[in-house]
């Protein structure tokens, strides 16, 4: 088993063993049966996926059991799905991934296939939450709890899915002998979980021979038996022990700070869960004794590898455990081996890593506060531009603090970098730099640094040597500039095509994301071909450049100019832009900006754009508009849509008018019909192929037909919005969007 586990190591890609931010998941398996809002607040400071059961265990009744064996959960009272509602509803709304977990088991070991597609559309019609979910926790521990093989499995799993189309499936495995080896998992499963559980009750001192002895015997074997597939995995950690002490012992924190080290050495590990969070009665037993965990000093381990996942991307614990005593065990110095000379400093930053959603124009300075911090959180907004009357040092730190608590990062605007942005003949003082770079590259909620907005071309010389020296300084966090749209006049952009403006950006400035803003939301008019003329010149450069781009698109009006979005216009906005293959979105603007946007006129500058701003996500006296609402309905669909594509490369893209193509290229997919009137992009990994089609109007709906190209046929139904199938709903080849709306359809080959 070493000799497997040393061949391991030595194929993993050594580069990613230090970038903890390609690491998707955090958490628990979470116990606690009062799912209460304040504790999750704090787990969800450091952990973003919990995995918890639908039905709280304290309530399950014999009769209950009983009727769920027979498929009767009709029968169950109407609190207790209440409660399921609830509990999804409460975690959504602190963005955790949601692993939800039902007490069917009995319904599958017995094969009771027609029980269990009742007990299914019961859920469906009682639990609307349930679509909304990210993963279902289909079996706890199948290779020990005499499940039926994984034919029989994969008939429970496709159903499952045909009503949940939207939820993925996982389970954990337990493997822990040689026997374990042999297991095979069924296909349909989109994430394996692996739980060793490497320090068992024999394990009584938790010291390092303890750990290197029991990770050969059962670790190295779960390692082995995950890389064995070809599906992404997490790994679960030990994280609890008897109350009484008697039996398992609790881990200690060296040992959280072990598995996560290891876990860093696996290209297919995209996370840590923990075993568990709480305390149940019910739950797993150890000689007869109930179980908790973890203790403090544990959780306080698990809150730095959280903040080092979602934080600063630094190798926590590589160098630091080298002086801890008990020393390492030579395994885990093996693997660290391996990160001999890589630069944490090169680990990408979330603006890189992340599918973004940022929000211009926080709550102006009276209104900076928890509560209305917590509220951008709620609209699922993952980085703020504050602006709006926050704009140095003080006040920006101020935001920061806030925003930590409240679980999304800040990007600053800092009045000490403005004027060596605006004026192209002022010499860049680094000096200032290294100052902007000190006051807030340490701090956990920061997410960027705010270089200009909509800069003439003649700025690109200096604004690169901005943009240089803060990657210089600071590798992690990114550099943020903002171009004008294609509508700007030659002498806003300094040139006259605007293609020629984003390449000389791209060649001059040498970004490493790329960011624009249209608002084609006019009074009266949608500029459909500004639109599309922006996000296809973008898309190509930035294919050509290899960088990810951003969108800045619009979440308010401006008298005489812009108009207030509705749904569609929102909807419109973000499903176009991902059939583009953006990497992110952001919105102008959150809170109604004064007419003069909190700015003070700059020496030498031209004065603040004066305009009448009107109905953003928030009005001017701090109320909620029917835009926030559309835009947090947007942003929690993003959650799965955007992060769903991040991996996936953008092939083509192509816009539809009446089913005939007039821009681009769509050879995998063609839609048909007088309605037809769509944008599909295509994406590819491995050897499967993701599409996304979009209405292309914000106005009209749209009806089409879908013909594939030869060999190709459709796998599942990943994702959609405002979109409902058309004709067969199992056949996903007929749809009907809403205006705005999109279905995100993944192909397979045909044998």
């Not at 590819?684 to 037909?705: M, W």
Request: charged content about 25%; overall charge negative; hydrophobic content about 40%.
């Amino acid at each position: 088993m070493l000799l497997v586990w040393m061949l391991l190591l030595v194929q993993a890609n050594a580069q990613s063993l230090t970038d903890t931010t390609r690491f998707k998941y955090h958490g628990y398996f979470y116990k606690n049966e009062n799912m209460e809002q304040k504790e999750l607040k704090e787990i969800r400071e450091f952990a973003n996926t919990l995995v918890f059961s639908l039905i709280r265990f304290d309530s399950l009744t014999t009769e209950m059991i009983r009727d769920i064996a027979d498929g009767n959960i009709d029968k169950f009272a109407p609190s207790v799905f209440d409660e399921m509602n609830r509990r999804i509803e409460l975690l959504e709304s602190l963005d955790f991934v949601t692993v939800a977990e039902a007490p069917f088991y009995p319904l599958i070991r017995f094969d009771k296939f027609d029980n269990y597609k009742r007990a299914l559309m019961i859920l469906k019609e009682r639990v609307p939450r349930m679509d909304s979910l990210d993963y279902f926790y289909f079996w706890d521990e199948p290779d020990l709890n005499h499940i039926p093989g994984p034919e029989v499995m994969e008939k429970y799993i496709k159903e499952f899915k045909k009503v949940f189309p939207k939820v993925k499936v996982t389970t954990c495995y337990a493997i822990i002998n040689e026997e374990s080896l042999d297991v095979v998992p069924p296909d349909s499963y989109d994430l394996l979980m692996v739980d060793p559980y490497a320090l068992m009750n024999e394990a009584r001192e938790h010291a390092a021979a303890d750990f290197e002895r029991l990770y050969r015997s059962r670790l190295a074997l779960a390692l082995e038996w995950a890389n064995k597939w070809d599906k992404p995995f997490l790994m679960v950690g030990d994280a609890f022990g008897s109350l009484s002490g008697k039996g398992k012992l609790f881990p200690t924190p060296e040992v959280s700070l072990w598995y996560y080290m290891i876990a860093l050495t696996q290209p297919k590990c995209q996370g840590l869960l923990w075993f568990q969070y709480g305390y149940l009665k019910t739950a797993e037993n150890i000689t007869g004794v109930s179980i908790d965990g973890p203790p403090k000093e544990v959780m306080d381990v698990h809150r730095d590898i959280g903040n080092t996942i979602f934080g600063k991307a630094s190798p926590l614990g590589l160098p630091m455990v080298i002086s801890k005593d008990p020393p390492v065990p030579e395994i885990v110095r093996e693997a660290m081996k391996l990160n001999a000379g890589i630069n944490a400093g090169d680990s990408q930053s979330g603006l890189l890593s992340d599918f973004i959603i940022m929000a211009y124009s926080g709550p102006p300075l009276s209104e900076v506060t928890l509560e209305r911090y917590l509220e951008i959180e709620e609209a699922g907004i993952k980085y703020l531009v504050p602006g709006n009357g926050t704009f140095n040092e003080e006040q920006n730190l101020r935001a920061m603090d806030l925003a930590k608590k409240a679980g999304f990062r800040i990007v600053p605007i800092d009045m000490r970098i403005l004027p060596f942005a605006l004026k192209p003949d002022i010499e860049l003082d680094t000096a200032v730099i290294h100052q902007v770079v000190e006051s807030y590259k340490g701090h956990p909620a920061f997410g960027g640094y705010v270089v200009r907005d909509e800069p003439n071309a003649s700025m690109f010389p200096a604004l690169a040597k901005i943009t240089q020296e803060f990657i210089h300084l600071d590798s992690i966090n990114e550099p943020l500039i903002n171009l004008f749209p294609s509508y700007g006049s030659p002498i806003q952009l300094g040139f006259e095509d605007y293609r020629s403006y984003i390449r000389s950006f791209i060649e001059i400035v040498e970004p490493r994301i790329l960011a624009y803003d249209n608002y084609a939301l006019k009074e009266g008019i949608t500029w459909y071909e500004a639109w599309y003329k922006d996000l296809k010149i973008v898309r190509e450069e930035s294919l050509e450049a290899r960088i990810p781009f951003i969108v800045f698109m619009q979440s308010q009006g401006i008298k005489k100019d812009l108009r207030a979005p509705n749904r569609a216009d929102i909807l419109w906005q973000v499903n176009t832009a991902l059939a583009y293959g953006t990497h992110g979105v952001g919105w102008f603007s959150y809170w109604t900006p004064q007419p003069d946007q909190g700015l003070q006129q700059e020496e030498g500058a031209a004065p603040p754009l004066i305009q009448s701003h009107y109905n953003a996500m928030i009005d001017l006296d701090g109320n909620r508009t029917e835009v926030y609402d559309h835009v947090r309905e947007a942003n929690l669909y993003l959650k799965k849509a955007g992060r769903g594509l991040l991996d996936w490369e953008s092939q083509y893209v192509a816009r539809f008018e009446a089913g005939t193509i007039v821009e681009g290229s769509s050879p995998m997919a063609t839609p048909t019909g007088d309605q037809a009137n769509v944008v599909i992009g295509t994406f590819a990994k491995d050897h499967s192929i993701r599409l996304v089609l979009s209405n292309a109007s914000c106005e009209e709906g749209a009806s089409f037909s879908l013909s594939l190209s030869p060999g190709w046929k459709t796998d599942q139904l990943f994702t959609f919005i405002a979109a409902k199938p058309a004709g067969d709903v199992n056949s996903l080849m007929e749809w009907f969007l809403e205006p705005g709306g999109s279905v995100i359809i993944d192909l397979i080959k045909t044998k």
